[in-house]
T-cell receptor, first 116, second 115 residues
């Protein structure tokens, strides 16, 4: 079974600075998806960024980018120019390529605080 | 984008009552729906997976008779917490997906408080 590990329970960053959240995963599959979700205090799950494992190019979405290292099974999230609204829980998630009924597998999350 | 509507967003009820939570996909057909439970400051814990017209598949440790899941149509799934007790108080989130290669979309969650 696949597992997702987020080794940083809490992180903090100064406003306008850059922060990197770590995520590693374990799988025997060669094709899969990886995601970062944001959960603010409202507890809504918001998709931040998605990466297909077959793509070598790292995904980017505005201030959010990932460093996908397939051989190392690492998928870190970089937030540039951090804003107060970025404060939230961030979950890394894995999904099998041919998903069928297979759900997302979540890490335990990293709580990000943004300091004004 | 795809929208999943979940309601109620917050419910408070007495111990022993049953509570139904609805999850609707508003602009796509949800082939598969997932129900999660989340305790404070913890990750999402998968409770069950359901396909339209089929019985739900429950995760180990989740009581089928306590948490009844019905996925009667391609746009609606319900979770009924039967004879709820204080230990069932939690945040419940539904999620829906269309085709297998499509993203999983989340409802806004239901905060359940059992007195």
């Amino acid at each position: 079974a696949q597992t997702v590990t987020q080794s940083q329970p809490e992180m903090s960053v100064q406003e306008a600075e850059t922060v990197t959240l770590s995520c590693t995963y374990d799988t025997s599959e060669s094709d899969y998806y990886l995601f970062w979700y944001k959960q603010p205090p409202s507890r809504q799950m918001i998709l931040v960024i998605r990466q297909e494992a077959y793509k070598q190019q790292n995904a980017t979405e505005n201030r959010f980018s990932v460093n996908f290292q397939k051989a190392a099974k690492s998928f870190s999230l970089k937030i540039s120019d951090s804003q107060l609204g970025d404060a939230a829980m961030y979950f890394c998630a894995y999904r099998t390529w041919n998903s069928g009924n297979t759900p997302l597998v979540f890490g335990k999350g990293t709580r990000l605080s943004v300091i004004a | 984008g795809a929208v999943v509507s979940q309601h109620p967003s917050w419910v408070i009820c007495k111990s022993g009552t049953s509570v139904k939570i609805e999850c609707r996909s508003l602009d796509f057909q949800a082939t598969t729906m997932f129900w999660y439970r989340q305790f404070p400051k913890q990750s999402l814990m998968l409770m069950a997976t359901s396909n339209e017209g089929s019985k739900a598949t429950y995760e180990q440790g989740v009581e089928k008779d306590k948490f009844l899941i019905n996925h009667a149509s391609l746009t609606l799934s319900t979770l009924t917490v039967t004879s709820a007790h204080p230990e069932d108080s939690s945040f419940y989130i539904c999620s829906a997906r269309g085709l297998s290669n499509q993203p999983q979309h989340f409802g806004d969650g239901t905060r359940l408080s059992i007195l």
